[in-house]
């Protein structure tokens, strides 16, 4: 009786044992920092969602979003996360647009956003920031 409760106390040992050691790993895993790259570069347009203590306003991201989509045009551009709370650039060269497209499509992005707060528009940005990635 004593041995069989022996080995079955050290089993018991060795699996807490055992355990112990793999939620260990997954939580210095999950604790991990952010991992973030540097964007450094001119753009032609930088559409900045920012926040101010309760997230961005996402309404206007969703606007801007579906007019980037219907577009006559694909435009390409880089998002960029930078805080916890949503904070997003969107950053543009517009090189795959002619001089009147792009001036088209600067124009009408910015009557999407029309007297928002939390969304700036700059044109010819330079940009040089960290972005989680």
Avoid: W
Wanted: hydrophobic share 40%.
């Amino acid at each position: 009786m004593k041995n069989n409760k022996g080995i079955s106390l050290r089993t018991a040992v060795l699996f807490l044992f055992l355990v112990s050691i793999s939620l260990t790993s997954h939580i210095g895993m999950a604790q991990q920092p952010l991992q973030f790259t540097q964007k450094s570069d001119t753009f032609a347009l930088v559409v900045s969602f920012i926040s101010k203590g309760s997230g961005i306003d996402g309404k206007t991201k969703d606007k801007v979003d579906a007019f980037i989509k219907k577009f006559h045009k694909k435009v390409a551009f880089e998002v960029c996360q930078m805080g916890r709370e949503g904070e997003t650039n969107y950053l543009f060269h517009l090189k795959e647009l002619k001089e009147h497209e792009k001036k088209k499509f600067i124009k009408e992005i910015k009557e999407q956003i029309l007297d928002k707060e939390m969304v700036h528009v700059e044109e010819n940005k330079f940009f040089n920031s960290r972005c989680r990635g």
